[in-house]
Every structure is written in C-alpha cells, then in structure tokens.
C-alpha cells in the first residue's frame, strides 16, 4: 500500500482503489473460498469470514487511514498490536455483555468473532479473523514501507533490531507467563509437550504474543532472504509475485487432495470432507486423521503444483503486460 500510493502519487485514486480492491476481496471470500472450504453449495445455512475476508476490510479501513500521516497511521497501528491485549482481564464479562447486546454483531467482527446469525431465517456467518488486531498490523506494515525506502545497510539494521527486540519480548512474556496472550502455557494439565504449549499463542484472535512470536522472525529473515540467489530465491520470488493467486488456488487444491488420501485409504470420499469447514464442521470420522508423515508428502506435492501453476500465471500475466505495452507504443 505504501509503495503504491508512493507511485500513484494521489491519496484520492489510493483511496478509491483500497476501498474497491478490499470489497472484492470480501465478496470472492463470501463466495468463491466459501465452496473451496466446503465443496458444497450450502449458503443459505453457511457462510465463512477468514482471512481474505478481514485483509478485505482491513483495506477499506485503510482507504480512510491514509488521508493521516503515514507516521500516524503507523503509530495507531503500533499501539492497536501492543494494547488490544489489555482486555484480558475482562474478556469473560465482555463476551457476556458485549455478545448479547444489539450490536452484537459489530463486537464479533471487529475483535470476538464467533458465529453471526443472519436475519432470522439466514445462514450463520462464521468469523474467523476479526479485525483487530489485523487492522493493526496493517496500518504498522503500512509505516514499515518508510523503512523499505532506507539505504540498504540501514534498513537492514532496523530489520534486525526490530526482529530481535520482538522475539526476545515474545522469550519474556511467554517464559514468565506475563501480559499478551490471553492463556497460560504452563501447568501439569497441559496436554502438549512443553515446547508445543510454548510456542501454542492465541492466534484467534491473534495476541501480541502470537505476533512478536510470527513477526520477529519475518523481520530478522528479510535481510537474509534478499540476499538468496539460485532455485530457492527463484522459487519465492516466484510465489511472492502471485500470491493472492497461490491463495485462491491452494484451499481448493488441498480440498481435492483430501478427496484423493480418503478414496486411497478406504476406497470411497467421506461425507465429512463435503462438511461446512472450517468453522462449525462435525468432527472427522474414527480413524481419519492422517499420519505427521502423509501430512507433509501432501504438503510437499500440493506446493510442487502450485509452483508450476503460478508459473504459468506469472508468465500469462507477463505477456499481458507487454502486449499492453506494445499497444501503447
């Protein structure tokens, strides 16, 4: 967003094109990833707000956001990540007073989530990813462009810093269970190994202890994978330039390679896999969960695809573009 309005060189065109970029993305999640996730037509019982869903929304907010200045917006985003944890204390009591009251809807979506009854016949709107604290991290990245902007040696520095202070943050708070998730990791009763129930942070909503755990690393990675040459640069340069591609191909792709482990490992396709998934499905059927081991040769072969098909799409969008450019020549 940052280098685009950069380049647009107008706030109003900026504007306009988050608000219609961040609608249709909220329709093709209410529409076209809903029936990747399910394989079935079930929308009058069913629909499904994840993640494209709430990046959708975030850049409608975000239309508005960039009149401000862009240190401001950064800011605001900064102290959303960093403080919308400090309800904890108080969640209980504000599911109960916030999730009932006539604006129940609008508390789910923008940071408790749940199902959403729509109309009193309508289908169930399942949200997954809330608003905050994504708005946030939106609106942090957004500043963080100023950084992309710097001489390399110094934008590298900050990279580092700003990576190490947040994973060392993240070994702090977690280690002495202090502020930033919601739940505790430690106790006799945790069914997870030590290590699992460490590294186990809120995702949903996302806590600052989810986000210093994810976003450190990014920080401290960026340098280094800049400096990649070779088959592994190519490959994730490759991804990097068709993402939203890769992400409307992949759920539908992994749906159907269910389908396939599920006709090989007992001769016909489950119901369950036709169920209203992710959110609110039945549980799987006895003995259908997959092996750590036929999970990641999946994994693997769904990745090898997807590399070959966002090939060809990066190579069909490539001749679009010089056909384009020739015309205008």
Known sequence: MFLRNEKLGDKAAMSRYLATRGLMLVFLELTVLRLSWTFNFDYAHYMLAGVIWAIGWCMVLMAALIWLPTRVVGIIG????????????????????????????FWQILYLGGGIQLGAHGPTLAILYVMVPWIGVMAAGYWFGCVLRMRPDRR???????????????????????????????????????LLAFLNTTKYPASFQFLLMTLGPAFVLAPLVERLRGFAARVLTLFGRVPFFYYLLHIPLIHAAAIVVSIARTGHVDPWLFAN?????????????????????????????????????????KRRSDLSDSSKR
Do not use: E, K
């Open 156 to 194: 590298d520095r900050i990279c580092y810093i700003l990576g190490f202070a947040a994973i060392l943050a993240f070994l702090v708070l977690r280690g002495w269970n202090l502020y930033g998730n919601p739940t505790h990791w430690g106790g006799p009763n945790s069914r997870l190994s030590p």
């Open 277 to 317: 998934h992710p959110m609110f499905n039945p549980p799987p059927p006895p003995g259908y969960t997959w092996s750590l081991g036929l999970l990641y040769a999946v994994w693997l072969a769904v990745v090898v695809m997807l590399y070959f098909a966002c090939g060809w799409y990066a190579g069909f969008g």
């Open 78 to 105: 900064v102290v959303i990540i960093f403080g919308h944890n400090i309800a904890d204390p108080f969640l209980p009591r504000l599911y109960q007073t916030l999730g009932q009251g006539s604006f129940a809807w």
